[in-house]
Every structure is written in structure tokens, then in C-alpha cells.
């Protein structure tokens, strides 16, 4: 458990581990998610050249704005931008397009079997202001191209009118779901699952999930063993963006003292989850910047399931650590 004096509505924030988590996504999705699919849309005709050029110009027309709020704000406001951007790249891969993006292809543009192809990466350095000045330029940058291939996409029809803001708001409205993804991700795939218990954020990318406010992700993973549960003992610190809005009971000051004094007999009276004497109960304290989320066990009798049939079993309580999951009867 983490102890601290962080006023309520900060706890424990680290304003560098946010910059620092904004830059490193913002580069991965550009140079492996968005623009070489951009360029294998061009390759395919689906776009032209032309059509790219006006994404600059947009932005830097519409980017004159000097930035506005303190440096707190800045930050999430950078890691909404962020957000948005992830999403759109995401809402733009819909169904029903004339061109077929091979995944492979577009793992040979962005450089994945030839280095020649690879896209040159940015680097950042400076204050952390100065930092923070040119991720809001860059993420600008990148969102005015998006909207531009987006819009030529619409034009060209490949994407039909409001498609794209549909999918967006669908997306948006996934709330545990996302965690849910990604726990029916870790189930299936071993590969995903190490990535996830030993880098966290950065393994969601796999799945194109935004990581919202985030600064780091740790997942606890439920054991024969161990069983897992998490509080935020100063406040209510937690991912919003792949848990959805936390339980009201996770914002009490009963569960908050109960769970970090007695964490069996919590469990077994206040959500009727009793845990086997053999097994460990650990408790993990999320702060603003390192939120915890329980990858919780497998349940027998699903082997063969496909991931939707797998997420559709995990709940949002079960993502926090107060149920385990079973087959519905």
C-alpha cells in the first residue's frame, strides 16, 4: 500500500510520468496505427496526396490559440487530445470499404519486416513546459490530418456520412467493456497477457484502447494462490476510461477502511465473496498515476470460448476484485 499527504483530488500526481506516457503513445499510434495505414490507403487509390496536404494547413490555421490554464490543465487536456485521437483512428477502420487494408501490409509499410520503411520517430526535450508546448502543436498536427483523411475518405465513399461519428460515440460509450476486452484478450492470447502484467498501458495499444488520464496501468492477476483487490485509499482514483465510472461503494470511506483493515472480512460481508483461507488477499492502492485493475481467474468450462463469448462473462466488479467470475446458469 502507498501512504501519502496528497490533497484529495491529487493523489500522488506526477505531472512528468503523464508527458512522458502522452509522448510515447502519441508517436506509437502515429508511426504504427495511423499514417502507415494512410499510406497504404494512397498505395491502394483510395486516397491521393492531395488530399493529405490540406490536414497541415488546417491545423496550423486553426492552431493559433495560445494554450490556456495551468500546467495541471495542459497535461489533461493533452491526454484528452490524445484520446480523441486514438479513437478516431480507431473509427475510421469500419466495414463496408472498397479497400481491404491487408494487416500484413500495413505491418510491411509501417516497418515491421524492413527497417527502410520505418517512420522516423520524434524526440522531445526541454523543460517540461516546453515539452508540453509541443505535444499540444503535435497532437494539433495529427488530429488535423486525421480529420482530413477522414473527411476525403467520406468524399471519395469509402466511408459513408456520419459513419465515423457513430463509431466514435460507440466507442466512447463502452465503458467496462474496454476492461473487459482486455481481460478476454489475456484469457485467450499469452503472448498479450505477459505484455500486460509487465508493462500495462502500453500493452493496450494491441487493442486500440484509449488510455485516458493514465499514467501507468498495473494489472494483478488472480491466482489458485492470490486474490486481489483495489481501493484508493486517499480519494477515488481510477481508469475511468477502461472500468467505466467507479461502483459508489468504491468512493466510501467504509469500503476504503474495511478493505485496507480486514480485506477477507470485508469481502465476504460487504459483497459476500468468500475467499478460501489458502488464498492470499492483497490490496492495491491506485493514485492518479499508477491505477490498478484485476485480471480475474479464467472460469472452468470455457475452454474453446472466442473473446466476445469470454467478455461478455467479466463484470465491473469483478475488474476491482469484490466477485469472481462463473458461467451464468
Known amino acids: 500500500m502507498s501512504a501519502g499527504t496528497a490533497p484529495a483530488d491529487d493523489h500522488d500526481h506526477d505531472r512528468t510520468g503523464a508527458v512522458r506516457a502522452v509522448e510515447s503513445d502519441l508517436e506509437y499510434f502515429r508511426t504504427k496505427r495511423f499514417e502507415p495505414r494512410v499510406l497504404q490507403l494512397v498505395r491502394r487509390g483510395a486516397l491521393s496526396f492531395a488530399d493529405l496536404v490540406t490536414g497541415p494547413r488546417a491545423a496550423a490555421a486553426n492552431g493559433g490559440e495560445p494554450p490556456m490554464g495551468s500546467l495541471d490543465e495542459r497535461v489533461r487536456r ?3 487530445e490524445l484520446d480523441a485521437y486514438v479513437t478516431g483512428i480507431a473509427a475510421m477502420s469500419l466495414p463496408g470499404m472498397t479497400v481491404s487494408l491487408v494487416i500484413d501490409d500495413v505491418r510491411r509499410e509501417r516497418g515491421d519486416y524492413d527497417p527502410f520503411f520505418r517512420l522516423a520517430k520524434r524526440h522531445h526535450d526541454g523543460t517540461l513546459e516546453e515539452r508540453v508546448g ?23 465513399g469509402e466511408i459513408a456520412p456520419g459513419a465515423v461519428e457513430a463509431r466514435r460515440r460507440e466507442l466512447a460509450a463502452l465503458g467496462y467493456r474496454n476492461g473487459a476486452r482486455i481481460v478476454a484478450r489475456a484469457w485467450t492470447d499469452p ?18 484502447v484509449p488510455p485516458g488520464r493514465l499514467g501507468r496501468l498495473a494489472v494483478a492477476e488472480d491466482t489458485d494462490e492470490v486474490h486481489n483487490v483495489v481501493v484508493c485509499t486517499l480519494c477515488s482514483c481510477y481508469p475511468h476510461d477502461l472500468l467505466g465510472d467507479p461502483p459508489w461503494w468504491y468512493r466510501s470511506d467504509e469500503y476504503k477502511a474495511r478493505i485496507v483493515e480486514d480485506p477477507r472480512a470485508a469481502l465476504d460481508e460487504m459483497f459476500g ?8 488477499v492483497r490490496v492495491h492502492d491506485s493514485t492518479s498515476d499508477l491505477r490498478w485493475m484485476v485480471l480475474p481467474r479464467r472460469p472452468a468450462g470455457t475452454e474453446g470460448w472466442d473473446e466476445d463469448r469470454l467478455a461478455a462473462l467479466v463484470t465491473s466488479e469483478s475488474l476491482v476484485g469484490v466477485a469472481e467470475l462463473e458461467l451464468p446458469r
Request: avoid cysteine.
Open 273 to 280: 465473496l468468500p475467499v478460501d483461507a489458502g488464498r492470499t
Open 191 to 208: 503472448g498479450f497477457k505477459q505484455r500486460l502484467l509487465s508493462t500495462g498501458r502500453e500493452a493496450l495499444r494491441d487493442l486500440d
Open 134 to 156: 509541443h505535444l499540444e502543436s503535435e497532437l494539433a498536427e495529427a488530429r488535423g490530418v486525421l480529420e482530413a483523411v477522414t473527411a476525403a475518405l467520406v468524399a471519395r
Open 78 to 80: 493533452l491526454q484528452d
